[in-house]
């Protein structure tokens, strides 16, 4: 993506300078009084955008739902709608008593496994030795390997058992799983949620540091939408602030609101530390999708049209004439001038 935060307006052309010039004389078009808005050619750049209509949104995985995975009592939620977490602190907190006396019961239980396994390999060495002696017969011998076996396994199953209970017992504690701001919290201390069918929602995190613009293009102009094209958007919060953008995916599939067709395009952009963009505004979009450089440029204010004529006031000495013209390209606000005019020239705006 093209570096940059936000510009005051859209750096995609050069501006024409706008100013205000007073022309002398006696008639309605050279009267001293007569005040003219006025811009000059210059050479620039044009920029063919298609407009459309976008919402903020979060990334995949900028927006997770925190629930928990076993039923209880809730005795803590110690955060708020509007703070701020960070990934591992304490969201919520349950009941913990039964399950902290199954965690010791389970350590208890490892606790006895551990000294008969060893007994068990203490009685195994001695009947080793016995049978060397032939105190000890084949049978001895295959007992004492059989009851050492056992004691391994019980020890292993103890310990499964430890390890299942102290995951049980952390379900207990719920942690925040991303960077955040806290954008709901759906539950409140003391009351017991039973997660058998699905897990209880307890708070939504949303990272506002990883959001993206869906942009629904209508489907006449999709077919001139492209992936790493250039973009601008504005919101309604900051209407004066372009936020620069680029496209990064257009979903294959239409989507279909009242009797239009539209496509959603994806735009990535750059959080700017001055402004904060949240969820579900409105953003207004203009994807660059071909331009021109170093072309002879104008307001399209510039130009007057009569039947079979094309035409600019434009500055001659102290006078102002009409000069016809022949016109290229054409922005929302700019157009590309052919021949008719030069490099300098001053053209009324808003020619009567």
């Not at 290229?328 to 008719?340: I, P, Q």
């Not at 030069?342 to 705006?349: A, H, Q, W």
């Amino acid at each position: 993506m093209k570096k940059g935060r936000w510009t005051g307006g859209l750096a995609l052309s050069v501006l024409a300078a706008a100013t205000f010039m007073y022309a002398g004389s006696g008639n309605d078009a050279d009267s001293s009084t007569d005040v003219r808005r006025t811009a000059r050619v210059a050479f620039g750049s044009l920029n063919e955008t298609i407009t459309a209509t976008g919402v903020i949104r979060p990334v995949t995985g900028a927006e997770v739902n925190v629930g928990s995975r076993i039923s209880g009592t809730v005795v803590s939620l110690p955060v708020e709608v509007g703070d701020r977490v960070a990934t591992g602190q304490l969201l919520a907190e349950l009941d913990a008593t039964a399950l902290q006396a199954e965690a010791d019961e389970a350590r208890a239980d490892v606790n006895l496994a551990i000294p008969r396994v060893d007994l068990a390999e203490s009685t195994l060495a001695r009947r080793v030795k016995l049978a060397t002696t032939g105190l000890a017969s084949a049978e001895d011998l295959e007992i004492a390997r059989r009851d050492l076996a056992v004691a391994r396994a019980q020890l292993a199953a103890t310990l499964a058992r430890q390890r299942s209970a102290e995951i049980e017992l952390g379900y207990t504690r719920i942690t925040a799983p991303i960077d955040g701001v806290v954008a709901e919290v759906s539950t409140r201390e003391g009351e017991t949620v039973a997660a058998a069918f699905a897990a209880p929602n307890f708070v939504t995190i949303i990272d506002l540091e990883r959001l993206e613009v869906l942009a629904y293009v209508d489907e006449t102009d999709i077919g001139r939408v492209i992936v790493g094209q250039d973009s601008v958007f504005t919101v309604d919060t900051f209407p004066d602030v372009d936020f620069i953008a680029e496209v990064t995916a257009i979903q294959p599939r239409a989507e279909l609101q009242g009797s239009v067709v539209n496509y959603l395009v994806r735009l990535e952009f750059e959080r700017s530390d001055d402004y904060t963009l949240r969820p579900e505004m409105t953003a207004h979009v203009r994807i660059v999708v071909d331009e021109r450089e170093d072309v002879l440029t104008a307001p399209r204010a510039t130009i007057k049209r009569t039947t079979g004529r094309q035409y600019v006031v434009m500055q001659s000495g102290a006078e102002w004439i009409e000069q016809d013209v022949r016109t290229g390209w054409r922005s929302d606000s700019k157009v590309e001038f052919l021949s008719g005019v030069r490099e300098g020239d001053v053209l009324e705006l808003n020619p009567r």
